[in-house]
C-alpha cells in the first residue's frame, strides 16, 4: 500500500519536526491540501508553504488542490517541484486539457472526485490519467467521518480501470484508519491518504507502518 499522510493535520508550529518524521517513516509520499476558501469552505495554506515543506522533504509531493481553476497554477505546481497534481473533476470544465498540461508539465495527473460525483464521468478519460483520487469525506477539513459508499465506489473505479487496461492508480482521502483502510485495500485501492489518523497518533511512524502494511 502507498502511504500519503496529509500535513493538514501537522503541527505548523513545528513543521521541520513533522517533515523530519515523515522523512524517516515508511511514507510515500506527502500529501498537501491547498484549499481557497471558494471550491471547499477552508482555507488551507498556499504556495510558501508548499516551497518551504519542499525543501525538506526526501519523498514525492502529492499536492490535492481544492481550488476553483486550478489549471491556471500548473506551472506554479510545477514549480514547488511535486510530482502529483491532483485537481477537482468538479472544478475543470475542459478536464481532458487540464489533464494534457499537467503532464506537459512534467508531473503525474490525477482527478479527484468529490463523494456525491460518480466514477463513469472519468469514463471517457481513464486512459490519459496517472491516479484517481477518491474522496471519502466532503473535503475541506481533516477528522471527519467516513464515508462508507466509498468501499463501493472504489470496487466500481478497480472494475472501470481493470477493463479500460488504464495503469491509473487509485488513491482514497478522508476518515482512513487501520479498519477503513483494510476494506479500502480490499476493494481494490492502491494509495491512502491519512491525515489525523497519523498526526494525532502517539507513535506516527508505528501508524504509518501498520497502513503500509495493509
Ligand atoms: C480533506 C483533505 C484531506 C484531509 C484528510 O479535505 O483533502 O486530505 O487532510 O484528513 P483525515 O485523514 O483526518 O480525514
Ligand atoms: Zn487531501
Given at each position: 500500500?502507498?502511504?500519503?499522510?496529509?500535513?493538514?493535520?501537522?503541527?505548523?508550529?513545528?513543521?521541520?519536526?513533522?517533515?523530519?518524521?515523515?522523512?524517516?517513516?515508511?511514507?510515500?509520499?506527502?500529501?498537501?491540501?491547498?484549499?481557497d476558501?471558494?471550491?471547499?469552505?477552508?482555507?488551507?495554506?498556499?504556495?510558501?508553504?508548499?516551497?518551504?515543506?519542499?525543501?525538506?522533504?526526501?519523498?514525492?509531493?502529492?499536492?490535492?488542490l481544492?481550488i476553483v481553476n486550478p489549471d491556471k497554477f500548473v506551472s506554479r505546481v510545477?514549480?514547488?517541484?511535486?510530482?502529483?497534481?491532483?485537481v477537482?473533476?468538479?472544478a475543470c470544465?475542459h478536464?481532458?486539457?487540464t489533464?494534457?498540461s499537467?503532464?506537459?508539465?512534467?508531473?503525474?495527473?490525477?482527478?479527484?472526485?468529490?463523494?456525491?460525483?460518480?466514477?463513469?464521468?472519468?469514463?471517457?478519460?481513464?486512459?490519459?490519467?496517472?491516479?484517481?483520487?477518491?474522496?471519502?469525506?466532503?473535503?475541506?477539513?481533516?477528522?471527519?467521518?467516513?464515508?462508507?459508499?466509498?468501499?463501493?465506489?472504489?470496487?466500481?473505479?478497480?472494475?472501470?480501470?481493470?477493463?479500460?487496461?488504464?495503469?491509473?492508480?487509485?488513491?482514497?482521502?478522508?476518515?482512513?484508519?487501520?479498519?477503513?483502510?483494510?476494506?479500502?485495500?480490499?476493494?481494490?485501492?492502491?494509495?491512502?491518504?491519512?491525515?489525523?489518523?497519523?498526526?494525532?497518533?502517539?507513535?506516527?511512524?508505528?501508524?504509518?507502518?501498520?497502513?503500509?502494511?495493509?
Amino acid at each position: 500500500m502507498i502511504v500519503s499522510p496529509s500535513l493538514l493535520s501537522a503541527d505548523f508550529g513545528n513543521l521541520d519536526r513533522d517533515v523530519e518524521m515523515l522523512n524517516r517513516s515508511e511514507a510515500d509520499w506527502y500529501h498537501l491540501d491547498v484549499m481557497d476558501g471558494v471550491f471547499v469552505p477552508n482555507i488551507s495554506f498556499g504556495f510558501p508553504v508548499i516551497d518551504a515543506i519542499a525543501t525538506k522533504a526526501k519523498k514525492p509531493l502529492d499536492v490535492h488542490l481544492m481550488i476553483v481553476n486550478p489549471d491556471k497554477f500548473v506551472s506554479r505546481v510545477r514549480d514547488t517541484g511535486a510530482a502529483i497534481m491532483n485537481v477537482h473533476q468538479e472544478a475543470c470544465i475542459h478536464l481532458n486539457r487540464t489533464i494534457q498540461s499537467i503532464k506537459a508539465a512534467g508531473m503525474k495527473a490525477a482527478v479527484t472526485l468529490n463523494p456525491a460525483t460518480p466514477v463513469s464521468t472519468l469514463e471517457d478519460i481513464i486512459g490519459d490519467v496517472d491516479m484517481v483520487l477518491l474522496m471519502s469525506v466532503n473535503p475541506g477539513f481533516g477528522g471527519q467521518k467516513f464515508i462508507e459508499n466509498t468501499i463501493a465506489k472504489t470496487r466500481r473505479l478497480r472494475a472501470m480501470i481493470d477493463e479500460a487496461g488504464s495503469k491509473a492508480l487509485i488513491e482514497i482521502d478522508g476518515g482512513v484508519n487501520l479498519e477503513t483502510g483494510a476494506r479500502l485495500a480490499e476493494a481494490g485501492a492502491d494509495a491512502l491518504v491519512a491525515g489525523s489518523f497519523v498526526f494525532g497518533a502517539e507513535h506516527p511512524e508505528s501508524v504509518i507502518a501498520s497502513l503500509k502494511a495493509l
